[in-house]
């Protein structure tokens, strides 16, 4: 009839109506981040094994029976990663500091994904000794921190040296390391805090458990080398 009002516009087919409240809304905004912090991880991840198959062999990453990097026997090497978490980073530049490498282990998208990191010093000279103790919080990290930095070579001070990784041993895990260093002569109160492993939640610093029995003051031992006698601190 004239007049009448029109009928409302059928809704595009397909298309969901609009959350009835800010409430929903919210959540659905939610559910979509979260949605697609799935797809990019997805699509990261499919581009890491792309460039991993296209410049390096499969037997070239690690598995979970490998020790010090060497690949295990095939039988059983698609297994899970087992409590595998701690990884060794060798060749790097002796005048990196702990802050360089957490710095580099951040800025390569590592931020929240390691729990422990120790950097081995000469106490005497503050220069590290080439290699540096990382646990990443979950096996699933593992593979694409070997990619990362196995070869890796873009050092924020000029050096040649290029990074390699390999499994940590035999100290495997967290707790593993906290034993392994929470009565260490590193830990002792005379040893610059600079020089000592760190424990991380959430790419937040924590507190190092305290001592079980009274660590010991460190050693300085004598070694001969073409310059003369120096100085290394025993670890």
Not at 128 to 136: D, E, I, P, T
Not at 151 to 158: F, I, K, V
Not at 200 to 225: E, H, V
Request: glycine letters at 10%.
């Amino acid at each position: 009839p004239v007049g009448a009002p029109s009928p409302p516009p059928s809704p595009l087919l397909g298309v969901s109506p609009p959350p009835a409240d800010v409430g929903s809304l919210l959540s659905e905004n939610a559910r979509l981040s979260a949605e697609n912090a799935r797809l990019r991880e997805s699509a990261r991840l499919l581009g890491l094994q792309e460039r991993t198959s296209a410049g390096r062999g499969a037997a070239d990453l690690p598995r979970a029976g490998a020790v010090d990097g060497r690949a295990p026997a095939r039988t059983g090497e698609h297994c899970a990663t087992e409590a595998r978490t701690t990884v060794m980073l060798r060749n790097v530049p002796n005048n990196y500091t702990r802050a360089m490498l957490l710095g580099m282990l951040d800025d390569e998208g590592f931020a929240g994904c390691y729990d422990f990191l120790y950097l081995p010093v000469d106490f005497n000279s503050g220069a590290c000794l080439g290699y540096a103790f990382v646990n990443l919080v979950d096996p699933s990290f593992v593979e694409r921190f070997w990619v990362t930095f196995d070869g890796y070579a873009r050092w924020l001070l000029p050096s040649r040296k290029v990074c390699r990784v390999s499994w940590s041993g035999p100290h495997q895990g967290l707790e593993a390391h906290v034993a392994r260093y929470r009565n260490s002569p590193v830990m002792h109160e005379t040893v610059r805090d600079e020089f000592k492993p760190v424990l991380f939640s959430n790419g937040y610093r924590m507190a190092f458990p305290g001592p079980s029995k009274l660590p010991r003051a460190p050693r300085i031992r004598n070694r001969g080398d073409a310059g003369g006698r120096r100085q290394r601190a025993e670890r």
